[in-house]
């Protein structure tokens, strides 16, 4: 089963406004994730947090992380019609022999021009 | 090469028929993942691999499915007796390190 499950499903904001988007999973982790898909595309990694890091930037991303409440969020500043695409949260169980990323159901975001 | 390249982009079988899918990972990328996914949202993980080795295999159907990565060759999944369930796309990624992964554009698998 997912491990993730992301809130909201949908989102549409207009172009300049800030977006943001829900992750919460139910086991202990080594990370947490997250990844951009387009349309018809594969996935592209945008961030990664670890267990011990409580929030990290990188450009117009920030994304929290609350291993107390196993609950991630991932906020786009000053979105843009070109981040128009699906958002999935992903997760590496801690411990265990295994390296194997387990994706949320994603969130499609559609930023209005 | 600096990405990760699937092939077929599509593929059509009838139930039963073989299906075999191809991925070449970034050069010097050692870790290669293989994911399902069905109905646009739900991601489901099949196999890895570290160089040659399988790593995590825990998300393989057995029975039908089975996965190479040879040295100096593509990795390839291989379906035997496809069934309509395994309708869906299939994305290869690979790492350098195990954690952030990048990945292919996909084969998109149609049973019909």
């Known amino acids: 089963s997912q491990q993730g499950e992301e809130d909201p499903q949908a989102l549409s904001i207009q172009e300049g406004e800030n977006a943001t988007m829900n992750c919460s999973y139910k086991?202990?982790?080594?990370?947490l994730q997250w990844y951009r898909q387009n349309s018809g595309r594969g996935l592209v990694h945008l961030i990664l947090?670890?267990?011990?890091?409580r929030e990290k930037h990188s450009g117009r991303l920030r994304v929290t992380l609350d291993t107390s409440k196993k609950s991630s969020s991932l906020l786009i500043t000053a979105s843009r019609a070109a981040d128009t695409a699906s958002y999935f949260c992903?997760?590496?169980?801690?411990?265990?022999?295994?390296?194997?990323?387990?994706f949320g159901t994603g969130t499609l975001l559609a930023v209005q021009p | 090469g600096e990405e990760v390249a699937q092939t077929p982009k599509h593929l059509v079988r009838g139930e039963g028929q073989k299906a075999k899918l191809y991925c070449a990972p970034i050069?010097?990328?050692?870790?290669v993942f293989w994911y399902q996914q069905v109905l646009k949202n739900e991601f489901k993980f099949l196999i890895s691999?570290?160089?040659?080795?399988?790593?995590?295999e825990t998300g393989m159907p057995k029975e039908r499915f089975s996965a190479k990565c040879l040295p100096n060759s593509p990795c390839s999944l291989e379906i035997q007796a496809t069934k309509l369930e395994d309708s869906a796309v299939y994305f290869c990624?690979?790492?350098?390190?195990?954690?952030?992964?990048?990945f292919g554009s996909g084969t998109q698998l149609s049973v019909l």
């Open positions: 947090i670890r267990s011990n890091e």
């Open positions: 050069k010097g990328h050692s870790y």
């Open positions: 086991t202990s982790i080594n990370n």
């Open positions: 990624a690979s790492s350098p390190t195990g954690r952030e992964l990048f």
């Open positions: 992903a997760t590496v169980p801690y411990g265990g022999a295994t390296n194997k990323l387990i």
């Open positions: 691999f570290q160089n040659e080795n399988v790593f995590d």
